[in-house]
């Protein structure tokens, strides 16, 4: 019998999708709903333009997010011992696959670093009562890239992946070399496009953030690695979650459960 598994980033891209169509509707709604209309006064002014630049955001979003699953796919051939990359500039290559060398090394001592770590660092002691964390979106935050945030590590402590793990070190480099890497494909895929500029704007205020946080379990690692408007990665990973584990002073190994908290408007 075939097994039948869940594919969790066609989900979680799903959920962007709908999302965006979402956003489209906030900037139209108000002549269809006398509720909406009272939502939509608070943006008074906004809609038409702020209806096009949710737009080119999400497609600047949309352009750096298929980067990054070509920088993942580039990492992942060069791992299994590939000495090229495939680009479509190829006068670029060998500045790419420099980059992606430098990250890999950086790997390389993350992977070592690992190997010394206990058990304590691999999952959640059994017998201990899950914690609950609340994530709430606030304003000045993306929404997609809350959102996405937010049900990649919902999804993870369903799947018991998440617990208040012990303080790791870390190998110096990785979340800054992978973005070098990043910005390197950007440059390479679309220099001479029109939204050149607002692609590099857009992703030079990022950060690389780790999907399932150090904090809660996840690897040191470029595999665990995406980028993130940086604010909204601070908020949800120190002021939310960090200050929530030591305001209820949870123990080392404590299974996490994540909620959300939202507001659509």
Known sequence: MSEIRHN????DRMARRLMEHAERLRGTAGAHSGQAHTRLRAHHGQDPLATAVSNGSTRILDVIRKA?????????????????????????????????????????????IRKKQGPEHRGPKP?????????????????????????????LGKQGKLFNAPKVERADGMTQKYKSALIKVL???HKGSPDYRAIMDRVNGMQADHVNE??????????????????????VGTQQITNDLVKHKVPVGTPI???????WW
């Open 68 to 112: 990054e699953d070509q920088l993942h796919e580039h990492l992942k051939n060069m791992s299994q011992g590939l000495e090229r990359t495939s680009l479509n500039h190829k006068e670029n290559e060998a500045d790419l696959e420099k980059a992606l060398k430098s990250l890999l090394k950086v790997e390389d001592k993350a992977d070592e």
């Open 187 to 189: 440059h390479d895929n």
């Open 127 to 155: 017998g201990l009562a899950p914690h609950t964390v609340t994530l709430e979106w606030k304003h000045g935050m993306p929404r997609l890239e809350f959102l996405q945030k937010a049900m990649a590590l919902r999804r």
């Open 8 to 11: 969790y980033d066609e989900t």
């Open 214 to 235: 150090l904090q809660l379990g996840g690897l040191d690692s470029w595999k665990n690695l995406r980028m993130l408007h940086d604010a909204t990665n601070w908020d």
């Open 257 to 263: 459960k994540i909620k959300m908290k939202w507001k």
